[in-house]
T-cell receptor
């Protein structure tokens, strides 16, 4: 069974500092990895994904994520956090094993950026 | 604007009522999904439709009845719900084929409160 671990419930950073939101995964076969963000009272918005190729993926709003196969990780990063980045962040994984492959989400991490 | 529109955004219903949630996608996708998001719980996949055919029912109680008349529209019919069904219901769409790394795009959600 595939799974996603987001080990922290909350990440707190000061505005202007770099941020990292952690994600590790377990899947049979090669992974497709996704990050979504959810602002208060909104749906999930797609940020970025890794399918194949370059391990460093760039996405929306200045976010990027690095795929590390040996550590089975896909941490989300941003060089300089903004207060407006405060939201709930979900990592998700799907195996490249066919049309019925499911997308499994982590429980989400709350990012709080203080002014 | 995500390309996936959900109505109503908020719904309060009694346990004996019958109501429906509506979802429409303008992205040219052929797969549609219903997810349930409850406080302090992981995102739960409820139903999947591919080309109007239901391909997954994740052991959802029969008081939730989905309908997909075409690839652009998805409904969730609700009847005799319980207070624990109160949650954010998210509709999503994608190109079909989980193994191809297709991105799932979400609507803004419908907040349901059962009283």
């Amino acid at each position: 069974a595939q799974s996603v671990a987001q080990p922290e419930d909350q990440v707190n950073v000061a505005e202007g500092n770099p941020l990292t939101v952690k994600c590790t995964y377990s899947v049979s076969g090669n992974p497709y990895l996704f990050w979504y963000v959810q602002y208060p009272n909104r749906g999930l918005q797609f940020l970025l994904k890794y399918i194949t190729g370059d391990n460093l993926v760039k996405g929306s709003y200045g976010f990027e994520a690095e795929f590390n196969k040996s550590q089975t990780s896909f941490h989300l990063k941003k060089p300089s956090a903004l207060v407006s980045d405060s939201a709930l962040y979900f990592c998700a994984v799907r195996a490249d094993t066919g049309a019925n492959s499911k997308l499994t989400f982590g429980k989400g991490i709350t990012l709080s950026v203080r002014p | 604007e995500t390309g996936v529109t959900q109505t109503p955004r908020h719904l309060v219903m009694g346990m004996t009522n019958k109501k429906s949630l509506k979802c429409e996608q303008h992205l040219g996708h052929n797969a549609m999904y219903w997810y349930k998001q409850s406080a302090k719980k992981p995102l739960e996949l409820m139903f999947v439709y591919n080309f109007k055919e239901q391909t997954e029912n994740n052991s959802v109680p029969s008081r939730f009845s989905p309908e997909c008349p075409n690839s652009s529209h998805l409904f969730l019919h609700l009847h005799t719900l319980q207070p624990e069904d109160s949650a954010l219901y998210l509709c999503a769409s994608s190109h079909p084929g989980g193994g191809s790394g297709n991105t799932i795009y979400f609507g803004e959600g419908s907040w349901l409160t059962v009283v």
